[in-house]
């Protein structure tokens, strides 16, 4: 099976020579490019935003912020002073110390990310989350990592709990803010704060950054990252992202994913580059005109955002010169090969799928820059990686043949533990030293990985992972509720919807109505994102003896497929 592929596009790339590094590299060389190789220090903001101040990119830009009301940019001696400042206020009146959680709640904007990277000079741990999340989620967070403080802003304010006992202080990032013994006006403080800092210098394994993620079954779970991820980031970014001292980055992630961290924040920084972030929602119109604007160079974005640019038409992007762009990527989801082909015809450009997870901290599987790609495979594993396909044994399975992708443990920037649940850590990995993803792939003859779906029951919608038994926790809430089954459904843009099959209470009757009710209670209860798109009515259903709801049989329904083995089934 040969499958006609693009070539690579001529100009200077990192990581022009995949098969010789590929033998001859070891991640202890990356080492050697941080300070902490010589001064054993350790600290992920020093090397991502200090050490440049220090050096010829002093007065580089590092930061260029834009949304409907600002336009700003920042150097790298102004992000080392303004994320002091921040790390000051977090110390001075948060009472922060290393080890503890700091959450950070709120839009994207240059504070967002001064918080962070101060929160992190103090040794804390971040937890970063979507401004979309409503209470629940919020709750269970803060609740799992005994959170000590949250930035957010006045608007965001109702959403957070104000009955956790470890929850001390609250920062508000806004205007005309009332404070008391635990609200504090960060702005104000901000201000005032004295720009010099003494960091906190930790050990590489020591806690980063706490990323929520969903699984098939139970609470979302705390994915905790240690300073030692910055080895990968650093190198990923070089190899993968292939900075170089002059490009423009844009990664369109929002720090509450870990892509919006490692290479929105981590990887870009390590190496000295210029961050564009920007606030706000989606639309083609302000997407084009960012690349135009800031003569974007390396983009970094996801399949759902390919595929509604795509559904924009073709017109509109003979408006906009996008001829700054050098180089594309992708990440989250399933690249489908229409958008590859698209993005050739519309940009001249390769787009170039990664694969990686929250897990695993950094890139794993790519399609580097000086690579042939095959439209609709995810690449080649990175230098350093070793990736394959593994039966349920653990076996290696030979080209072409469909099962579990595995890595081999030892990558830089892996997971160190998952938060509060040392049981569920070990249940990734399995004898021989594998880490399993919850994914099926298959390689082909040159070592290229192609993703076949989840292994698990967890949806990918628009990109964001999202447990059915969260959505479906949340549906039984509902005083209508009596039982409800939730599997993602295919859909050509967003990849999965998510779609409930809900059994209602007796007394209660199956109208439009009560949908959109059910629709908006989901929705404030969770996030926007987790709630259903569609619901269907059913008197009963399909469960295990066990009790267990048999979305597998819910799937088959949806997509009129063979039910499958239904001997656990219930009459
Ligand atoms: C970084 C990130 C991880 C899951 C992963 C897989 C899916 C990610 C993909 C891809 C097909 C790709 N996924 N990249 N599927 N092709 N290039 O996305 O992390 O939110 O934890 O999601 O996303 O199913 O297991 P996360």
């Known amino acids: 099976m040969k499958i006609e592929s693009l070539p690579v596009i001529e100009g200077k790339h990192n990581l022009a020579n995949y098969e010789e590094t590929c033998k001859s590299f ?142 001390k202080y609250i920062f508000l990032v806004g205007d005309g803010i009332e404070e008391d013994d635990r609200t504090i006006d960060f702005k104000k403080k901000f201000e005032n704060a004295d720009k010099n800092l003494k960091i906190e210098w930790v050990d590489r394994q020591d806690g980063l950054i706490l990323h929520y993620t969903s699984g098939s079954t139970g609470k979302p779970k705390g994915v905790l990252h240690v300073h030692n991820a910055m080895i990968q980031h650093y190198q990923t970014a070089k190899w993968v992202l292939d900075l170089q001292e002059e490009d423009i980055y844009w990664c369109t992630a929002d720090p509450g994913w870990v892509t919006g961290t490692s290479y929105g924040i981590f990887g870009p ?75 050739m015809k519309v940009f001249n450009k390769r787009i170039h799928d990664t694969y990686w997870m929250t897990e695993t901290g950094a890139q794993l599987i790519c399609n580097f820059p000086c690579m042939p790609i095959k439209p609709g495979s995810m690449g080649k594993a990175i230098p350093g990686v070793t990736a394959a396909i593994v039966d349920d044994r653990g076996e290696e399975l030979p080209p072409y043949r469909m099962g579990n992708l595995a890595i081999q443990k030892g990558w830089p920037a892996m997971m160190h533990t998952i938060w509060n649940n040392r049981e569920k850590y070990e ?48 549906l039984v809430e509902h005083p209508a509720v009596a039982e409800a089954g939730v599997i993602g459904k295919p859909d050509p843009v967003r990849g999965e919807i998510i779609k409930a099959f809900v059994a209602l209470r007796d007394g209660y009757e199956a109208t439009d109505e009560l949908k959109e009710e059910i629709r908006q209670f989901v929705k404030k209860g969770l996030a926007a994102h987790a709630a259903p798109r569609e619901i269907d009515f059913r008197d009963k259903l399909p469960k295990t003896r066990s009790g267990k709801i048999m979305r597998r049989v819910l799937k088959a329904w949806e997509l009129d497929l063979p039910t499958g083995d239904l001997s656990t089934m219930e009459d």
């Open 427 to 474: 249940s990734y990995f399995m004898p021989g030293g594998w880490y399993l993803t919850g994914d099926s792939a298959y390689m082909d003859e040159d070592g290229y990985f192609w993703f076949q779906g989840r292994v698990d029951d967890v949806i990918m919608t628009s990109g964001e992972r999202v447990g059915p038994f969260e959505v479906e926790s949340k």
């Open 26 to 167: 070891d991640w202890k060389d990356v080492e050697k490019e941080f300070s902490w190789h010589t001064t054993g220090l350790v600290n992920m903001a020093y090397e991502a935003v200090d050490r440049h101040a220090e050096t010829f990119r002093k007065n580089k830009v590092a930061l260029y912020y834009k949304d409907k009301n600002r336009n700003e940019k920042y150097t790298y001696k102004d992000m080392k002073e303004l994320s002091n400042k921040a790390a000051n206020v977090l110390k001075g009146y948060g009472d922060i110390e290393k080890g503890d959680r700091v959450f950070i709640f709120m839009p994207r904007s240059p504070e967002l990310y001064f918080a962070v990277l101060g929160a992190i000079k103090l040794g804390a741990i971040v937890g970063p989350l979507f401004e979309a999340f409503m209470e629940g989620a919020v709750r269970d967070r803060l609740e799992d990592s005994g959170a000590k403080v949250i930035v957010t802003t006045p608007e965001l304010l109702e959403r957070v709990p104000k009955d956790l006992p470890e929850l």
């Open 269 to 343: 920084w390590l190496l000295g580059g210029s961050n564009v972030i920007v606030g706000g929602r989606f639309s083609p119109e302000t997407w084009y005109s960012v690349i135009e604007e800031f003569g974007i160079t390396v983009w970094y974005s996801a399949p759902t955002a390919f595929r509604m640019l795509m559904g924009a038409g073709n017109e509109i992007v003979k408006k906009y010169d996008l001829s700054s762009l050098r180089h594309v990527l992708s990440v989250g989801e399933p690249l489908n090969p229409e958008v590859v082909k698209w993005g």
